[in-house]
């Protein structure tokens, strides 16, 4: 945004906004079209500064993501590899079974073509943020061999997507994260 003139930043901070609220009411899907009426800009507005759906989705989801990573460094020092990894999971899963959208945005994301993706998507910076936790984890034997970040961020967005709707999609989420951690069968 550095460089743009002082209007196309308020348009740039107003649009944001206006997506954010519309997101977590409608989801995903929120009318690109209503967010410009309700911004009071043209649609070649909201084009120019989010020239793809996907563009303004990761900006919306782009500054919890931040704070996802970071909390992925933070808890990348912890003693015990199996603990950080299943407390940022944690975090990343109450974040994504209440933010309205984030689920099936990563799984857009996840079902992308490789030349699709942007650097910036929400999913490679979780992927990216995510790896050394669990690289870590499955070096100190705490997770099962060949378990991929991508593979933990998969069953994230899948019990996120199966709880959008529930009345309590947060404990619910946790409770399948239980259930999933812990297997469906006892040994």
């Known amino acids: 945004m550095a460089?743009?003139?002082a209007d196309a930043r308020r348009n740039y901070t107003l649009l944001l906004a206006v997506a954010e609220r519309a997101i977590a009411e409608q989801g995903a899907d929120a009318s690109l079209e209503q967010i410009a009426r309700?911004?009071?800009?043209?649609?070649?507005t909201v084009?120019?500064?989010?020239?793809?759906?996907?563009?303004?989705?990761?900006a919306v989801f782009r500054k919890q993501t931040d704070v996802l990573a970071d909390r992925a460094r933070d808890l990348a020092g912890r003693p015990d590899s199996r603990a950080a990894l299943l407390e940022w999971l944690g975090e990343l899963l109450a974040f994504a079974a209440t933010t309205r959208?984030?689920?099936e945005t990563l799984?857009?994301?996840h079902a992308a073509d490789p030349g699709e993706a942007h650097d910036h998507c929400a999913t490679a910076r979780l992927t990216e943020a995510g790896q050394p936790l669990v690289s870590r984890a499955a070096a100190d034997g705490a997770l099962t061999p060949g378990v991929t970040i991508d593979d933990l961020l998969s069953l994230i967005t899948g019990?996120?997507?199966?709880t959008e709707h529930h009345p309590d999609a947060a404990t619910e989420a946790k409770r399948l994260l239980g259930l999933t951690i812990a297997g469906v069968s006892p040994a």
Not at 49 to 57: E, M, V
């Open 3 to 5: 460089g743009q003139r």
């Open 38 to 44: 309700t911004a009071g800009v043209g649609s070649g």
């Open 47 to 58: 084009r120019r500064h989010f020239p793809t759906r996907h563009a303004l989705l990761a």
């Open 101 to 103: 959208g984030l689920a």
């Open 107 to 109: 799984n857009r994301d």
């Open 159 to 162: 019990i996120a997507l199966a």
